[in-house]
């Protein structure tokens, strides 16, 4: 199970700080067409918000928004008090898509069996929300009985799926780390490092835009550097600093031998290679192909000199 922990530290609910001793689980589905797991934490991370669930569960991972003994805000009744809750994510056509349904559904017996061992409950207390709604302890909604009925799929059997999960060992949890996708409007301490960060990297990859200044705001040049970087390295150009860009961002771009300086010295690592003298590991070659054509040749080597004399 791929768990990550993205806090929505700025809601209300989380701030109220309030535990609970789990007494059992919740089961809840988004009846939000499309939004993927990752995508709740921008809307459910602000002040004012008393509303929270545990964690989001899409066919890919496990997005975690509380700690999990913290009093959630899921369901307008007493079982907020009592159940750690999850909403299971639906996709943009919930009555069609039974590849996704299914990859979802195994998710989330992952999930209530990894639940279920940490805090000592049996798959018999995993409620969904329209039973919590019938045992008077939840609002009147229907989830996920909505979506789960287009598949002929009943919470006894999600129990029963549970209880069998449970009987193979433990869940293998995969922490991926958590970073906020970063776009026009944001502001703080992370967007300053992103634009000292695409400071360099327009110095060591000759990127076409004027140097940032590091004032934590997220606007037009910066979007705009963003988007010659994303071009420059073949990237979805949208502007906007996701997984894919950050990854792209973290390459010591044209310091082949990771002295923390790409100068004459790298771009002579770079001839070698080019001419097979020497061997470059996987990290060398990220760092050593400038022009991202995915080769490693004398116009690298060519590029790292030139952007050396400029800083002389
Ligand atoms: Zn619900």
Redesign the pocket.
């Known amino acids: 199970m791929n768990l990550m922990q993205c806090y929505i530290t700025k809601s209300d609910c989380y701030k109220a700080g309030r535990t609970i001793v789990p007494k059992g689980i919740m089961l809840?589905?988004t009846a939000t067409p499309g939004l993927m797991a990752e995508g709740w934490y921008k809307s459910w991370n602000r002040t004012g918000l008393d509303v929270a669930v545990h964690a989001f569960a899409d066919d890919k991972i496990v997005c975690q928004h509380l700690p999990w003994n913290h009093r959630a805000w899921?369901?307008a009744g007493q079982a907020n008090n009592t159940h750690i809750a999850f909403?299971l994510c639906e996709p943009a056509h919930p009555a069609k898509d039974d590849a996704y349904f299914a990859a979802c559904y195994a998710n989330g017996v992952e999930l209530a069996a990894y639940l279920c061992v940490r805090f000592g409950l049996k798959a018999s207390q995993i409620i969904s929300?329209a039973e919590g709604h019938a045992l008077g302890l939840?609002s009147n909604?229907v989830?996920p009985n909505h979506w789960w009925k287009y598949f002929h799929v009943t919470m006894d059997d999600f129990r029963t799926d549970v209880a069998a999960r449970l009987k193979q060992g433990p869940v293998k949890v995969v922490n991926v780390p958590f970073a906020a996708d970063l776009r026009y409007g944001d502001a703080g301490d992370a967007v300053r490092a992103l634009q000292l960060r695409l400071n360099e990297l327009r110095a060591r990859l000759g990127l076409a835009f004027a140097p940032l200044a590091a004032d934590g705001q997220f606007g037009a040049k910066t979007e705009q550097a963003v988007r010659a970087f994303q071009t420059a390295r073949h990237l979805l150009c949208d502007g906007v600093v996701g997984a894919q860009t950050r990854a792209a961002m973290t390459v010591a771009y044209g310091d082949v031998n990771g002295d923390g300086k790409a100068d004459a010295t790298d771009a002579l690592a770079i001839l070698q290679a080019a001419v097979g003298k020497r061997k470059l590991n996987a990290a060398a070659t990220r760092a050593a192909d400038l022009n991202a054509d995915g080769k490693v040749d004398a116009r690298d080597a060519q590029s790292v000199l030139r952007q050396a004399v400029k800083k002389q």
């Open positions: 809840h589905s899921h369901c909403e929300h939840a909604h989830d």
